[in-house]
């Protein structure tokens, strides 16, 4: 029997290294798996971002919740999507790629379909929507097991392409996320059963322009609309992917596979609730801890859970992938997914609530002096006409990045655009600045968008090399866990940013969060030389 019939879930025989094996045999099935595991990752990308425009809307319909409240929303989806990657990032080796990729797209249902109920109810409290912000958090998650899966389907040589492919066509997520939530909210897209419209309080916008105040709005379609791409993506990857027993040997059936796949993402959530109640400021939860001490903290709260919390064969795969903490390589290659993954979704996140509040007053001086941020703009730019650019050009440029990579190194590539995201960084400090102190903050809106396109292009850019640089420098069977940790501490990134620009903000400078940037892209450049591009290094890549 053929144990690698394209009509087999299990394959038992890879051999991707092997040149007339991958052209007689596992070039096709790679490639399916791709084709499928790329849109999989865009609605994982789009249910997890989707906060991002959704507080937006809130703002403009009038929801009784401050800006504060509301920026809250975005760091806990934030938070929950990168605590969500630290299991997922194990997935593979012990439920296989198929059961988890169709599992864990199916999963994004119950956070889409719960945010559409939610938002017809503005008078619902806050923790209900800050809720439905942390169940996005599983679309976060999956990014880490989709790259584990797409790696171990590709011969080295090709798989900077691959994950820059799988990566950057599955990052479009968060721009058709940014495109598609303004333009289903105009509709009633669900008829009767879609629930009621809103009347927008304040001018919102779309990608051709604004929407007036008074205009019907259907708010809650922003997660409803996803349950039309979700059923049939999940039917398809149940029916076409595979599962490669050389890197998954002991999944067991499919519904212990799922078991096993729900036992460690509800585990996830434990420690993500446990670190936002100490985090966040009263009536949400304590306030104690500081964001720098938090993040930490929840990482290895999340780490000790997964060491403890597996059981039997479990427990052996777990300590099997621990195994990537001893080596060195690991945490410098942390560190510069930082620079690239975790700018560009935090800079996804941020944005759009960022262009609201800098561009949408007007910053006058009272007759004291103090600069005051609360008279509309009647000039303002739309978020939702804008911010959905940055991160498609950031999603654009990462197969670029990761195929430039595969053919002079990725270090080099990185060593580069991390330069570029220093000077950008400080740049974007500089007329941030200078817009939160004019009346007329729209006459620094060009440069503003000009300089966050060039930190996502970098950013994107990035992503791939770094890819390429984790094929290179790791083994097969290190290289997966890899790629899920470093995309899961990168992650945090979409809880940083928000925190970190919206305390700038309401703190009066907002410069301060980019030039904070800035030094930390510095401080990665000189990372990235020592290790990988200095005469002398123990890794030449190249």
């Known amino acids: ?36 595991s790329i849109p ?8 997890w971002g989707m ?11 009038g929801f009784p919740f401050t800006q504060a409240e509301l920026f809250t929303l975005t760091a806990i989806a934030g938070i929950s999507g990168a605590t969500m990657r630290i299991p997922a990032s194990f997935l593979i080796r012990m439920a296989g790629g198929r059961n988890t990729i169709f599992l864990t797209t199916a999963m994004l249902l119950a956070p889409a379909i719960g945010t559409g109920v939610a938002l017809q109810h503005p008078e619902w409290p806050l923790w209900v929507f800050q809720l439905m912000a942390l169940w996005s958090g599983v679309g976060g998650g999956n990014f880490a097991s989709s790259m584990s899966n797409i790696s171990t389907f590709f011969p080295k040589r090709l798989q900077g392409t691959a994950l820059g492919l799988n990566a950057g066509l599955g990052n479009f997520g968060v721009t058709t996320m940014q495109i598609v939530i303004p333009l289903v909210m105009t509709v009633g897209l669900f008829g009767a059963f879609g629930g009621e419209a809103k009347a927008l309080v304040k001018d919102s916008g779309w990608i051709f322009g604004k929407i007036a105040a008074g205009t019907p709005t259907w708010i809650q379609n922003a997660g409803f609309a996803w349950v039309l791409s979700l059923v049939p ?18 999944t067991g059936n499919p519904v212990v596979a ?13 420690p993500s609730i446990g670190m936002l109640y100490l985090y966040l400021p009263a009536p949400t939860g304590l ?67 960022a262009i609201t509040v800098i561009f949408g007053f007007q910053h006058i001086p009272d007759a004291a002096g103090v600069l005051q941020h609360t008279v509309k703009n009647p000039n303002a730019p739309s978020a939702l006409t804008y911010a959905w650019i940055g991160p498609f050009v950031g999603a654009a440029v990462r197969p670029i990045g990761g195929w430039i990579s595969d053919k002079v190194g990725g270090s080099i590539v990185t060593q580069i655009i991390s330069a570029i995201m220093v000077l950008a960084s400080a740049a974007v400090g500089y007329v941030m600045l200078q817009a939160y102190q004019s009346p007329t903050p729209e006459q620094h809106f060009m440069a503003f968008m000009g300089l966050f396109i060039v930190l996502f292009a970098a950013s994107g850019i990035g992503n791939g090399s770094t890819f390429r640089s984790v094929g290179f ?41 980019f030039y904070g940037f800035a030094v930390f892209y510095a401080v990665c450049l000189v990372l990235n030389w020592w290790f990988y591009l200095r005469k002398g290094a123990e890794i030449q890549n190249p």
């Open 233 to 250: 993506l999940s039917i398809l990857c149940w029916w076409g992917m595979n599962n490669l027993k050389t890197v998954s040997p002991a």
């Open 51 to 61: 906060w991002g425009i959704i507080t937006v809307q809130m703002l403009n319909l």
């Open 1 to 36: 029997m053929n144990t690698n019939s394209p009509s087999r879930a299990d394959i038992a025989d890879w051999r991707p290294e092997d040149e007339r094996f991958w052209e007689s045999t596992g070039k096709s099935i790679a490639y399916r798996n791709l084709w499928l």
């Open 258 to 270: 799922f078991a096993k796949i729900i036992y460690l993402y509800s585990l996830a959530f434990i």
């Open 287 to 353: 306030g104690l801890l500081n964001m720098w001490v938090a993040i930490p903290l929840d990482i290895l709260a999340a780490v000790l859970m997964m060491r403890l919390a597996a059981f039997g064969a479990m427990r052996e795969n777990v300590q099997k992938q621990f195994a990537i903490f001893s080596n060195k390589h690991t945490w410098s290659m942390t560190a510069l997914y930082v620079v690239t993954f975790g700018s560009f979704i935090g800079f996804s996140m941020a944005l759009p609530l």
């Open 473 to 513: 420098i790791f083994d097969r069977q290190q290289a997966g866990p890899v790629l899920g940790w470093t995309s899961a501490v990168a992650a945090y990134g979409a809880f940083i940013a928000p925190v970190l620009i919206g305390q700038q903000i309401k703190a009066g400078t907002p410069q301060y969060a």
């Open 40 to 47: 999989a990752l865009l609605c994982g990308f789009a249910v």
